[in-house]
C-alpha cells in the first residue's frame, strides 16, 4: 500500500491550494482518510477526516476555511484550503485505514507529505 501526497507549495497570505492524496497497491477497502500536519517546532496535528461514507470532522483553526472531500472510486481524497494564514504552514499528510486484501487486517497507512508555504 503507498499513499502518495501532492499539491503543496508557496502561496500568499489569502491565497488558496488544494492537496491530493492517492491509495494505490493492495487497497482491497479503504475506511477514513483524513490530512494531518505537522509545522516547524510542533507535534503533528490532526486537520480533517472524512469516513468512507463522507461524514467529516475538522480542526477549530480550519472550520470555514478547509474542506476535505473523497473520490472513493480513485481511493484519492483532497484538501481545499482557502485563506490560508502563516500559521497554516506546514508538512501536510495524509493517512488512510486500508484493508489491502480480503484476509487481512486493517491497518493505517501515511503518505510521506508535502510542504505547505504560506508567506509573503
Known amino acids: 500500500v503507498q499513499l502518495q501526497a501532492s499539491g503543496g507549495g508557496l502561496v500568499q497570505p489569502g491565497g488558496s491550494l488544494r492537496l491530493s492524496c492517492v491509495a494505490s497497491g493492495s487497497t482491497f477497502k479503504v475506511n477514513d482518510m483524513g490530512w494531518y500536519r505537522q509545522g516547524p517546532g510542533k507535534q503533528r496535528e490532526l486537520v480533517a477526516t472524512?469516513?468512507?461514507?463522507?461524514?467529516?470532522n475538522y480542526a477549530d483553526s480550519v472550520k470555514g476555511r478547509f474542506t476535505i472531500s473523497r473520490d472513493n472510486a480513485k481511493n484519492t481524497v483532497y484538501l481545499e484550503m482557502n485563506s490560508l494564514k502563516p500559521e497554516d504552514t506546514a508538512v501536510y499528510y495524509c493517512n488512510a485505514v486500508i484493508l489491502p486484501t480480503y484476509n487481512s487486517i486493517w491497518a493505517r497507512y501515511w503518505g510521506q507529505g508535502t510542504q505547505v508555504t504560506v508567506s509573503s
Open positions: 472524512i469516513t468512507s461514507s463522507s461524514s467529516t
